[in-house]
Every structure is written in structure tokens, then in C-alpha cells.
T-cell receptor, first 113, second 116 residues
Framework: GENVEQHPSTLSVQEGDSAVIKCTYSDSASNYFPWYKQELGKRPQLIIDIRSNVGEKKDQRIAVTLNKTAKHFSLHITETQPEDSAVYFCAAGGTNTGNQFYFGTGTSLTVIP | KAGVTQTPRYLIKTRGQQVTLSCSPISGHRSVSWYQQTPGQGLQFLFEYFSETQRNKGNFPGRFSGRQFSNSRSEMNVSTLELGDSALYLC???????????????FGPGTRLTVT
């Protein structure tokens, strides 16, 4: 089955700096890669996603890149703000067998004011 | 539209008992997936239901089962509870399933299960 690794597990940045979280996956059949943000005590919220036919996608301060050959994808957050502090999860899946997703173990991001 | 809802939100059970959790997807969503979230293991895929059929299953023992009704609402059942089953159980719904370009999953608030 799919195996998703996520790094780093914790990340502290100064407000205004950029944050980068990286994930690798093992199953070349995976074709959909979402990122979720989970604040303490709340449900995971989809913040951005990318499909296998796209190399990069941007939404305001958030961007995701995908390298299918190397089987890795990354989340980039620019101009970080204290409200960006949360746990971020990457996931891989969406093969032709349906919505079976495998998640990374999460990155706890702290933005220091 | 209303979001994904789950009931109950909190549950305390004793080892050996069984439990049933419920998930109501976003209206129009036909795919429902279940995940177990623990501090040590993160989010782990349990199973996915689509059109009342289990389409995918993760690596969990047979004590974990589920079903989906014709209105797309889903339940999951855990029999013979163990201490290690204590976790947050999340369900997520999706508009459509495979063979399309839409896979976005939206999560419910979860059911916090504590086994004592």
C-alpha cells in the first residue's frame, strides 16, 4: 500500500518568514495530493490540493509543488502569520479504486509573533 | 450547505463492549471514508463506502466494520473494544468517487472514543 512520509514533525518560524513542509509517497498510482490544516480541537480543513497532471498550484500565500518522478510534494506558506499556527497534514491517494488516502504524520507549525 | 456531522461527539466505553458511530455526509456526497486519529499514528484510513458498498479498506482488524445507507449516511462499528481503540474517529465525505477529477474530502468534527 501507499506510504507517506512527512518532514519536519515540528517547525517554528518568525512571523513574516516562509515555511516549507515536505512529503514523499511510494505508490506511483496516487494521483491526488491534498493538504489539511488542523487547529487544536478542530476538524482537518482542506487548504490546498494538487493533481498529478499539475506541477504547481498557488492560492494567495499558500503554494504546493509536485514532483511525480521523485514522488515528493511540498507545501509552501509565505508571509506567515500567527493564525497559520496549526498541525498540517499531507496526504496521497485517489487512485482509480476510489478515495483511499494515506496521510503523513503531521507537522506542527508555530509562527512566533 | 450543512457540513459533515458526526454523532455522538464523545463516548466512553469499557473494554469488551462494542460501539457504533454515525456520520452524515454533506448533501449530495456519496462517498464516505472513516479515519482513526491518534497522537502517535496520525490519521489512518479505515474504510471507504460508496453507493452502499465498501470500496476500500485499510489495515485494521475485522473488529472494525461499517456500512452505508441509501441516503449515504454511514455508520462504523467497533466490537470487543480494546484500550488501544481510544482515538478520535473522523469521517469525511466526497462528492464523487473514482474515474472523475473530483476527490476533495471534507471532514466531520469527529467522535472522541475513550475505552477504559
Amino acid at each position: 500500500g501507499e506510504n507517506v512520509e512527512q518532514h519536519p514533525s515540528t517547525l517554528s518560524v518568525q512571523e513574516g518568514d516562509s515555511a516549507v513542509i515536505k512529503c514523499t509517497y511510494s505508490d506511483s498510482a496516487s494521483n491526488y495530493f491534498p493538504w489539511y490544516k488542523q487547529e487544536l480541537g478542530k476538524r482537518p480543513q482542506l487548504i490546498i490540493d494538487i493533481r498529478s497532471n499539475v506541477g504547481e498550484k498557488k492560492d494567495q500565500r499558500i503554494a504546493v509543488t509536485l514532483n511525480k518522478t521523485a514522488k515528493h510534494f511540498s507545501l509552501h506558506i509565505t508571509e506567515t502569520q500567527p493564525e497559520d499556527s496549526a498541525v498540517y497534514f499531507c496526504a496521497a491517494g485517489g487512485t482509480n479504486t476510489g478515495n483511499q488516502f494515506y496521510f503523513g504524520t503531521g507537522t506542527s507549525l508555530t509562527v512566533i509573533p | 450547505k450543512a457540513g459533515v456531522t458526526q454523532t455522538p461527539r464523545y463516548l466512553i466505553k469499557t473494554r469488551g463492549q462494542q460501539v457504533t458511530l454515525s456520520c452524515s455526509p454533506i448533501s449530495g456526497h456519496r462517498s464516505v471514508s472513516w479515519y482513526q486519529q491518534t497522537p502517535g499514528q496520525g490519521l489512518q484510513f479505515l474504510f471507504e463506502y460508496f453507493s452502499e458498498t465498501q470500496r476500500n479498506k485499510g489495515n485494521f482488524p475485522g473488529r472494525f466494520s461499517g456500512r452505508q445507507f441509501s441516503n449515504s449516511r454511514s455508520e462504523m462499528n467497533v466490537s470487543t473494544l480494546e484500550l488501544g481503540d481510544s482515538a478520535l474517529y473522523l469521517c469525511a465525505s466526497s462528492l464523487v468517487g473514482a474515474a472523475t477529477s473530483v476527490y476533495e474530502q471534507y471532514f466531520g468534527p469527529g467522535t472522541r472514543l475513550t475505552v477504559t
